[in-house]
C-alpha cells in the first residue's frame, strides 16, 4: 500500500510531498477507528529501559520529520516507540530558501538544507502541553540562525528551561550542516560550556523538586577517531548521558546518483542508506573505546530489519528512522520493532 502512496508522493517536491503527507495523517486520523486500526497493526511492545527511561520499543523517529510537535498524536499511531521533535529554537525562523530538500532515488538517501526551519520553542511547549500519554517525547535543541557562536549556549540555555517540565529527554544537536558555523560548537571548549551549563540548569530543576532528564549529544558522522575521543572525554566531563550517533554527512562519496545531479542540487546533509556503513562505524567505535558504557541512539543510514539489527549489534540501545521511514513508510516500524523483539537483545 505504501508503495503506491510513494509513487504518487514522489511526483511532487520532496518538501511539498512531506507537507501533503502530513496534513494526509491528520485528516485520516479524524475518521473513526482509524487509529484504532493503525495502533493495532503497527504497535510493537518490547519494553526496553535505557537512560533512566522506558521505551515501549527501541524504534524511534528521528529528530526533523516533526520539528514543531504538530503530529505526535498522529505518529504515535504509526508504532513509533518515542519521537523526538525538533530542531528548535529560542525564536521562530524560516530556515534557508526554497528548494531544500531533495530526493536522490538511486540512493535511496536524501539531502537537505532546511536550516532549522520551526515556529519556535513557545508553539513546540503549547503543543506538548496535551501531548500523547505514554509517548516518551525528545526534545533536540539548537541555536538561531542569527546567534553568534559566542552566545550560542544562552540559545541552548533558553530551549533547554522552557522545554523541560515537556519533554522526557534532551538531544543537543551541535551537527547540523546546514546553520553556518555551528559544527565549529563540536570543538571541546564551545561544547563543553554548552553541556555543563545544561547540566548546572538540570540541577537547578532537580533542586525544585523536578525529575532529572537525561542530555544526550548529537553528533556528525564526519567526525575522525581522534575527534571522537575528544567527543567520548567531553561527554564523561561533562555529566551528560549520552550520545545520538549519527548527524547527516557533508560527504557525497559512493552515490549512484550521478555527478551532475548532485552538483546542481548543492550544498546540504546527505542522509539515507548511503550513511549506513559509516554511521555503523561510528557507533561501534564509541561503544568499543567505552567498554559498552556509553548510552548511544543510533541513527543515519537505516532503512530495512538487518541494517537496524546492525545497529543494535553495534552497540546502540536505540534506534532511529528519518529517510528509511520516508522511503519505506510504517511497516519499517513495524518488523524493525518485530525483529528486535524477537532477536532479544
Same mark, same amino acid.
Given at each position: 500500500?505504501?508503495?503506491?502512496? &510513494?509513487?504518487?508522493? %514522489?511526483?511532487?517536491?520532496?518538501?511539498?510531498?512531506? @507537507?501533503?503527507?502530513? @496534513?494526509?495523517?491528520?485528516?485520516?486520523?479524524?475518521?473513526?477507528?482509524?487509529?484504532?486500526?493503525?495502533? $493495532?497493526?503497527?504497535?510493537?511492545?518490547?519494553?526496553?529501559? %535505557?537512560?533512566?527511561?522506558?521505551?515501549?520499543?527501541?524504534? #524511534?523517529?528521528?529528530?526533523? *520529520?516533526?520539528?514543531? =510537535? =504538530?503530529?505526535?498524536?498522529?505518529?504515535?499511531?504509526?508504532? %513509533? #516507540?518515542?519521537?523526538?521533535?525538533?530542531?528548535?529554537?529560542?525564536?521562530?525562523?524560516?530556515?534557508?530558501?526554497?528548494?531544500?530538500? %531533495?530526493?536522490? &532515488?538511486?540512493?535511496?538517501?536524501?539531502?537537505?538544507?532546511?536550516?532549522?526551519?520551526?515556529?519556535?520553542?513557545?508553539?513546540?511547549?503549547?503543543?506538548?502541553?496535551?501531548? /500523547?500519554? #505514554?509517548?516518551?517525547?525528545?526534545?533536540?535543541?539548537?541555536?538561531?540562525?542569527?546567534?553568534?557562536?559566542?552566545?550560542?549556549?544562552?540559545?541552548?540555555?533558553?530551549?533547554?528551561?522552557?522545554?523541560?517540565?515537556?519533554?522526557?529527554?534532551?538531544?543537543?544537536?551541535?551537527?547540523? /550542516?546546514?546553520?553556518?558555523?555551528?559544527?565549529?560548537?563540536?570543538?571541546?571548549?564551545?561544547?563543553?560550556?554548552?553541556? +555543563?551549563?545544561?547540566?548546572?540548569?538540570?540541577?537547578?530543576?532537580?533542586?525544585?523538586?523536578?525529575?532529572?532528564?537525561?542530555?544526550?549529544?548529537?553528533?556528525?558522522?564526519?567526525?575522525?577517531?581522534?575527534?571522537?575521543?575528544?567527543?567520548?572525554?567531553?561527554? !564523561?566531563?561533562?555529566?551528560?548521558?549520552?550520545?545520538?550517533?549519527?548527524?547527516?554527512?557533508?560527504?557525497?562519496?559512493?552515490?549512484?546518483?550521478?555527478?551532475?545531479?548532485?552538483? =546542481?542540487?548543492?550544498?546540504?546533509?546527505?542522509?539515507?542508506?548511503?550513511? !549506513?556503513?559509516?554511521?555503523?562505524?561510528?557507533?561501534?567505535?564509541? $561503544?568499543?573505546?567505552?567498554?559498552?558504557?556509553? /548510552?548511544?541512539? #543510533?541513527?543515519?543510514?537505516? @532503512?530495512?530489519?538487518?541494517?537496524?539489527?546492525?545497529?543494535?549489534?553495534?552497540?546502540?540501545? *536505540?534506534?532511529?528512522?528519518?529517510?528509511?521511514?520516508?522511503?519505506?513508510?510504517? +511497516?519499517?516500524?513495524? @518488523?524493525?520493532?518485530?525483529?528486535?523483539?524477537?532477536?532479544?537483545?
Amino acid at each position: 500500500m505504501y508503495a503506491i502512496l &510513494r509513487r504518487f508522493l %514522489f511526483l511532487m517536491p520532496a518538501e511539498t510531498a512531506h @507537507h501533503v503527507t502530513f @496534513h494526509s495523517l491528520r485528516l485520516l486520523m479524524k475518521i473513526p477507528f482509524i487509529k484504532a486500526l493503525c495502533l $493495532h497493526n503497527f504497535k510493537v511492545e518490547n519494553s526496553f529501559d %535505557f537512560i533512566g527511561l522506558k521505551f515501549r520499543n527501541r524504534v #524511534g523517529l528521528a529528530a526533523g *520529520l516533526d520539528k514543531n =510537535a =504538530a503530529y505526535l498524536s498522529e505518529l504515535s499511531s504509526l508504532g %513509533f #516507540g518515542f519521537i523526538e521533535i525538533g530542531t528548535v529554537t529560542p525564536k521562530p525562523q524560516p530556515g534557508n530558501e526554497l528548494p531544500r530538500l %531533495f530526493r536522490l &532515488r538511486a540512493d535511496e538517501s536524501l539531502i537537505n538544507r532546511m536550516g532549522f526551519n520551526n515556529e519556535g520553542v513557545d508553539a513546540a511547549v503549547e503543543r506538548l502541553k496535551n501531548r /500523547p500519554k #505514554g509517548l516518551i517525547v525528545g526534545g533536540n535543541i539548537g541555536k538561531n540562525k542569527i546567534t553568534p557562536n559566542e552566545s550560542a549556549v544562552e540559545d541552548y540555555a533558553i530551549c533547554f528551561n522552557k522545554l523541560y517540565q515537556y519533554v522526557d529527554y534532551f538531544v543537543v544537536n551541535v551537527s547540523s /550542516p546546514n546553520t553556518p558555523n555551528l559544527r565549529e560548537l563540536q570543538d571541546k571548549k564551545p561544547l563543553l560550556e554548552i553541556l +555543563n551549563r545544561l547540566v548546572l540548569l538540570r540541577n537547578e530543576w532537580i533542586k525544585k523538586g523536578k525529575i532529572s532528564k537525561p542530555v544526550l549529544l548529537k553528533i556528525a558522522p564526519d567526525l575522525s577517531d581522534s575527534q571522537l575521543d575528544d567527543v567520548i572525554e567531553i561527554v !564523561q566531563e561533562s555529566g551528560i548521558d549520552g550520545l545520538v550517533a549519527t548527524n547527516t554527512t557533508l560527504s557525497r562519496d559512493g552515490l549512484k546518483t550521478s555527478n551532475e545531479m548532485v552538483t =546542481a542540487i548543492g550544498a546540504g546533509g546527505l542522509s539515507g542508506k548511503i550513511l !549506513q556503513a559509516r554511521a555503523n562505524e561510528v557507533v561501534k567505535y564509541i $561503544h568499543e573505546k567505552t567498554n559498552g558504557e556509553m /548510552p548511544i541512539i #543510533g541513527v543515519g543510514g537505516i @532503512h530495512d530489519v538487518a541494517s537496524g539489527i546492525e545497529r543494535i549489534e553495534a552497540g546502540a540501545g *536505540l534506534i532511529q528512522l528519518y529517510t528509511g521511514f520516508i522511503y519505506s513508510g510504517p +511497516n519499517l516500524v513495524k @518488523h524493525l520493532a518485530k525483529a528486535i523483539k524477537e532477536t532479544k537483545f
